[in-house]
């Protein structure tokens, strides 16, 4: 059976503060790894991955894949505020599948 | 472009009663998803289109759902009767493409069924 698994389930820092957050997968016909943020209404792209080891970077938020240990981790340094949201890791091909988030609460 | 467009935002209907839920995807777009969102679940896929057919509506929950994509603009997801365990937001979401990746989402519709 298909399945994204998201850790931690919750996490709270403080302003500044470097975090990272967990996707591993198991899933058929693998063709991308996605990432979303959501604050209260609907999710809001962040990254899309395809490839093991190439670094996607915005700002003070960057990815990577491991296609070969099958997970991702999306990192965010010098947290602020605006941060505190769901992060949202969605895997497949035809279809996506959605893990049920990582909600981040970042305390000024 | 005005991105996907849902309908109604929100809805509190009472338990028994028919809801549909409408959604615009991008003009372009070939694939539509219907996701429903809760806080002990996350997003589920309910059902996908691609080109108006709909591909997979294993994720859909039974009988009571169900959806149509009439035309390359427009679909609705109906569930009739309505049940409070279907209380949730339902994203709309659509894509250009097989490989291109990303999912677009709609501002979500939230049900509240009393």
């Known amino acids: 059976e298909d399945k994204v698994v998201q850790s931690p389930l919750s996490l709270v820092v403080h302003e500044g503060d470097t975090v990272t957050l967990n996707c591993s997968y198991e899933?058929?016909?693998?063709?991308?790894l996605l990432w979303y943020k959501q604050e209260k209404k609907a999710p809001t792209f962040l990254f899309m991955l395809t490839s093991s080891g190439i670094e996607k970077k915005s700002g003070r938020l960057s990815s990577i894949l491991d296609k070969k240990e099958l997970f991702s981790i999306l990192n965010i340094t010098a947290t602020q505020t605006g941060d505190s949201a769901i992060y949202l890791c969605a895997v497949g091909g035809n279809q996506f599948y959605f893990g049920t988030g990582t909600s981040l609460t970042v305390i000024p | 472009d005005a991105g996907v467009i849902q309908s109604p935002r929100h809805e509190v209907t009472e338990m028994g009663q028919e809801v549909t839920l409408r959604c615009k995807p991008i003009?372009?777009?070939?694939?539509l998803f219907w996701y429903r969102q809760t806080m002990m679940r996350g997003l589920e896929l309910l059902i996908y289109?691609?080109?108006?057919?709909?591909?997979?509506d294993s994720g859909m929950p039974e009988d009571r759902f169900s959806a149509k994509m009439p035309n390359a603009s427009f679909s609705t997801l109906k569930i009739q009767p309505s049940e409070p365990r279907d209380s949730a937001v339902y994203f709309c979401?659509?894509?250009?493409?097989?490989?291109?990746?990303?999912?677009?989402f709609g501002e979500g519709s939230r049900l509240t069924v009393l």
């Open positions: 979401a659509s894509r250009h493409g097989l490989n291109t990746g990303e999912l677009f």
């Open positions: 289109f691609n080109n108006n057919v709909p591909i997979d």
């Open positions: 899933v058929t016909n693998f063709r991308s």
């Open positions: 003009s372009g777009h070939d694939y």
